[in-house]
């Protein structure tokens, strides 16, 4: 089964400042990865995904992500804070088992953004 | 406006009750999950429907009863409900046609709001 790691479970930055979420996936067949997010007291939407059509993914709100296969990783980056970006990242793989594909998600990961 | 919605938005119930959290999609998607997310912020899926079929089943108590009477809408029944029930559940939708491979698995969830149930 496809799973996802992700790498600390909170994240402060100072505004202005790169931003780096750390995901690492398990998988046995060349995955489909997200990155979503999560702002208080609201559902996830998607930021972005990669299906193997390019290794560098560009999202919404200046956000993207790199898959290396070599590090089994899909680390999600931001050139530079904003404090709109404060918000639980999710990483997640497709799964498929006999009913069909399930999307998993990791831990999350907190961004906190400091002025 | 195209979206999931879901009702009620927030649940305040005693233990041992019974209740009822409704979801539907005018994405024209063709299934629609259940999310729990727990109090650490794990989300973990519960139930799938495809075309109002059942799908996916994860390991979830018989005391949860989901029901889709047609494709747009997937509601979740809990019956005699106990203090770890609290939760923020989640319902979500995606384009994809189970069983079929290909993209399916790239498919993305647009989710609703969230209902937060707190057991008493």
Same mark, same amino acid.
């Given at each position: +089964?496809?799973?996802?790691?992700?790498?600390?479970?909170?994240?402060?930055?100072?505004? @202005?400042?790169?931003?780096?979420?750390?995901?690492?996936?398990?998988?046995?067949? =060349? =995955?489909?990865?997200?990155?979503?997010?999560?702002y208080p007291n609201q559902g996830l939407q998607l930021l972005l995904k990669y299906t193997s059509a390019a290794t560098l993914v560009k999202?919404?709100?200046?956000?993207?992500?790199? $898959?290396?296969?070599?590090?089994?990783?899909?680390?999600?980056?931001? =050139?530079?804070?904003?404090?709109?970006? +404060? +918000?639980?990242? $999710?990483? +997640?793989?497709?799964? $498929?088992?006999? @009913? @069909?594909?399930?999307?998993? $998600?990791?831990? @999350?990961?907190?961004l906190f953004v400091k002025a | 406006d195209t979206a999931v919605s879901q009702t009620p938005k927030y649940l305040v119930t005693q233990m041992?009750?019974?209740?009822?959290?409704?979801?539907?999609?005018?994405?024209?998607?063709?299934?629609?999950?259940?999310?729990?997310?727990?109090?650490?912020?794990?989300?973990?899926?519960?139930?799938?429907?495809?075309?109002?079929?059942?799908?996916?089943?994860?390991?979830?108590?018989?005391?949860?009863?989901?029901? %889709?009477?047609?494709?747009?809408?997937?509601?979740?029944?809990?019956? %005699?409900?106990?203090?770890?029930? %609290?939760?923020?559940?989640?319902?979500? %939708?995606?384009?994809?046609?189970?069983?079929?491979?290909?993209?399916?698995?790239?498919?993305?969830?647009?989710?609703?709001?969230?209902?937060?149930?707190?057991?008493?």
């Amino acid at each position: +089964a496809q799973s996802v790691t992700q790498l600390g479970s909170h994240v402060s930055v100072s505004e @202005g400042a790169l931003v780096l979420l750390r995901c690492n996936y398990s998988s046995s067949v =060349p =995955p489909y990865l997200f990155w979503y997010v999560q702002y208080p007291n609201q559902g996830l939407q998607l930021l972005l995904k990669y299906t193997s059509a390019a290794t560098l993914v560009k999202g919404i709100n200046g956000f993207e992500a790199e $898959f290396k296969k070599s590090e089994t990783s899909f680390h999600l980056t931001k =050139p530079s804070a904003h404090m709109s970006d +404060a +918000a639980e990242y $999710f990483c +997640a793989v497709s799964d $498929f088992n006999t @009913g @069909g594909f399930k999307t998993i $998600f990791g831990a @999350g990961t907190r961004l906190f953004v400091k002025a | 406006d195209t979206a999931v919605s879901q009702t009620p938005k927030y649940l305040v119930t005693q233990m041992g009750n019974d209740k009822s959290i409704k979801c539907e999609q005018n994405l024209g998607h063709d299934t629609m999950y259940w999310y729990k997310q727990d109090s650490k912020k794990f989300l973990k899926i519960m139930f799938s429907y495809n075309n109002k079929e059942l799908i996916i089943n994860e390991t979830v108590p018989n005391r949860f009863s989901p029901k %889709s009477p047609d494709k747009a809408h997937l509601n979740l029944h809990i019956n %005699s409900l106990e203090l770890g029930d %609290s939760a923020v559940y989640f319902c979500a %939708s995606s384009p994809d046609r189970a069983g079929l491979a290909g993209l399916s698995g790239a498919n993305v969830l647009t989710f609703g709001a969230g209902s937060r149930l707190t057991v008493l």
